[in-house]
């Protein structure tokens, strides 16, 4: 039986007869967008800027787009590049939300799975924290080296100005164009973008307007928390689990399917899902997404993590770092 998230989820695709009983109640988020941007023009609510440039990959839209795989294709992709990176998020489903260092050997429970994933990925400076510019400050304090800092999420975080975001879409588009609760929207399209340099990512198969599209696919191979890898072909034939507490489950069951693999069972928990409680099926392998391993390997190193791999164009690329050198001068700190 579906959820009434999943069921909102997809009743926000369409203007119908549930989306139309919660219209009213977009007049207070368009009353309190419309407040939030009175006081920024007035200069009530400042926003901290760094000293470095801030990237931030967000979304408009409640739900997944996949925006942490991004997060860290950007990393990955700028150290390759020779540029100092460091990355800020929330601790998504922690009691507590005080800004402190993500390590390798961090508890999801205290620091959050994405935020996890994104250190154990990229081995950069990860700060975690309710106020994102907190979190930002404290990085670079500890890595005062850093070059630029990318946050994950935080589009509508305006207390830390920012100087480029990547807006991520996937094959919703705009949903049925409402604000929360009717529609899917976070805040009204056309964004503000508030100065800052924007472009558009889609994630699905349908472009949104005039975005560049992510390549996304799932790795050849899985790893495990002993160490251990093996590619997705030596399941061929053999019945195994799946696991995925991600916006879309269904997305990662269909992807291995796509490998060619039989799934005996498959296990869609919602989002963030704490997983300390998990048992497994004896004598059935399990695979499951990066950002469940982080939560299973240390109590169930056995599972199988089949990583996401993601790249963006070339062409995106280009501009990417042709902004991010154009910065490097009002910054008053050469990034390259």
């Known amino acids: 039986m579906q959820d009434a998230a999943t069921l909102l989820r997809k009743a926000w695709l369409s203007r119908n007869l549930i989306t139309r009983l919660l219209w009213p109640l977009t007049l207070v988020s368009r009353a309190w967008l419309l407040l939030s941007s009175l006081l920024d023009r007035l200069g009530w609510r400042p926003a901290t800027s760094l000293p470095i440039p801030v990237w931030v990959v967000g979304n408009v839209l409640v739900g997944g787009t996949g925006k942490t795989p991004i997060v860290i294709h950007l990393a990955t992709h700028l150290q390759s590049l020779g540029f100092k990176t460091g990355v800020i998020a929330r601790a998504v489903g922690c009691e507590d939300q005080s800004t402190q260092e993500v390590r390798v050997d961090s508890m999801a429970s205290q620091v959050g799975d994405e935020a996890l994933l994104i250190k154990h990925r990229t081995l950069s400076p990860v700060f975690v924290g309710r106020a994102r510019a907190l979190a930002a400050q404290a990085l670079l304090q500890a890595y005062p080296e850093t070059q630029l800092i990318i946050s994950d999420d935080g589009l509508q975080h305006h207390a830390l100005h920012h100087d480029l975001a990547l807006v991520v879409f996937d094959d919703r588009g705009l949903g049925n164009g409402w604000l929360l609760p009717a529609g899917p929207l976070r805040e009204t399209w056309p964004r503000k973008t508030r100065g800052a340099v924007q472009f558009l990512v889609h994630t699905g198969k349908h472009p949104f307007e005039n975005s560049f599209p992510a390549d996304r696919q799932l790795s050849p191979h899985a790893v495990n928390g002993l160490g251990q890898t093996r590619p997705l072909s030596a399941w061929a034939g053999k019945p195994v689990q799946a696991l995925a507490a991600i916006a879309q489950p269904e997305v990662f069951f269909a992807a291995l399917r796509a490998h060619g693999l039989t ?36 109590h169930h190193p056995q599972a199988w993590a089949v990583p996401l791999e993601c790249r963006l164009p070339d062409v995106l690329w280009a501009q990417l770092v042709q902004n991010l050198q154009a910065l490097s001068s009002p910054h008053g700190q050469k990034t390259a």
Do not use: I
């Open 263 to 298: 799934l005996a069972a498959t296990h869609a928990l919602p989002d963030h899902a704490p997983l300390d409680d998990w048992t497994s099926v004896p004598g059935e392998d399990l695979l499951c997404t990066e950002k469940d391993a982080v939560k299973l390997w240390p």
